[in-house]
DNA sequence: TGAAAAAATGAGCAAACTCTCATATTTTGT
DNA sequence: ACAAAATATGAGAGTTTGCTCATTTTTTCA
């Protein structure tokens, strides 16, 4: 760990440049020297701050669990999904979508499929992240709704949104906000019709 | 290309082995050395089919591309969209499911994403496969409806399909079925309302 | 049957990658 | 100002991987 402040702002420098890539070339492509000469610095200064590849992405999605239950928290709540819960898709899927933007480098960590197993576990809990909390939040929202329904309305929910803006982040804008339109109609439906209005 | 019987059977062994290591390990961690082993040949005769490992890859792409196309031909149908359009998205889910299960490494050449730019245009075509004949199936069916929203619905559709059935596949039988369920609900709801019974 | 064509083999080359380490430079504390 | 601690550097060691090629083995066919 760094204690000065040069230290400090390279380990920063390490992070982004390192989100930047895995937005730009994806995790397959991302090598630990592009990520040194991006950053402006050594691959030996990396190697000081990370003891290997896989420890910088677990920072990265260390820092997007805590943006993503920065906005749980922040943004949804039982009243909100009580009151409506087409309103509460439509907050979920802008705000999954706002975060997608800010952090280079999600979508692409967030979305990666047995990539060599790497930092598997951490990819995991960033899904429970938010399918646990969303479906804690329906919980006391619609008591009368049987738990595991819950928990499989909330899954779809999670992994549906997950996908299909992992693919429209790779379309045109105008094919973005469309994408995004349609999967508030569907998941809105869906769920009036599977917990309640 | 080859023209005796035993190389013609190499030639085979070699996409089956590279099939069941795609399904096995994934796209990323895929080798010639590993896909020769697995096919009991020499990686000497890989590179006397194929030119790269690359071509390896697209090869499966081509047959899984025909046997959509065969699915697609033999089950689906103007008349059963017209019908019921729940029942169409059931035939739909269920015939990918069983394609996915009959064909070792579909769903990993399916749903990988940016695999350092890895046949790409294959996979691109392998999504306009569905996303084209199952919007044309809808147009005749429902000519009223605008040629836009079809199109924007059978993309959903077929990107929702996709990436469902390849998380299922992660999971146990039990989730696998649920999830399924789920999955034709939720499009089930979504083309009633957006296209018509 | 024998020579030419086709197919098979695997040692190893070249390139790319992760990660180490001896050395140089900067910061800190006194 | 000076020594010790912290930080920075990049050449290169050690692997892995895609792919080649000289050589051997098998098949074809007159």
């Known amino acids: 760990m760094p204690r000065q402040k040069r230290s400090q702002k390279r380990f920063a420098a390490i992070l982004d440049a390192a989100a930047e890539l895995l937005e730009q070339v994806g ?3 991302l090598t ?6 991006r950053a402006d610095t050594s691959i030996g200064s990396l190697y000081q701050f990370f003891p290997n590849k896989q ?28 009151r409506d ?3 509460f898709v ?8 706002e975060i997608r933007v800010r952090l280079p480098g999600f979508s692409a960590v967030f979305s990666f499929r047995r990539s060599a197993g790497v930092a598997d576990d951490q990819r995991i809990q960033l899904e429970y992240d938010i399918i646990r909390p969303l479906s804690e939040i329906l919980a006391a ?3 009368d709704v049987a738990a595991a329904r819950r928990d499989r309305c909330m899954r779809i929910v999670a992994e549906t949104t997950k996908v299909l803006m992992g693919r429209a982040a790779m379309e045109d804008e105008e094919t973005q906000v469309w994408m995004r339109e349609e999967l508030k109609q569907m998941l809105g439906l869906y769920l009036s019709q ?4």
Chains 1, 2 share one sequence.
């Open 27 to 29: 995790y397959a492509a």
């Open 90 to 97: 439509d907050v979920v899927v802008d705000g999954m979508e």
């Open 85 to 87: 819960i087409r309103e």
């Open 55 to 82: 420890a910088v992405v677990a920072e990265l999605v260390r820092e997007f669990r805590q943006e993503v239950q920065a906005f749980i928290g922040a943004s949804l709540s039982v009243e909100l999904a009580a």
């Open 32 to 37: 630990t020297n592009a990520i040194a000469a």
């Open 194 to 197: 599977r917990i309640g209005t």
């Open 141 to 143: 929202a619609y008591p």
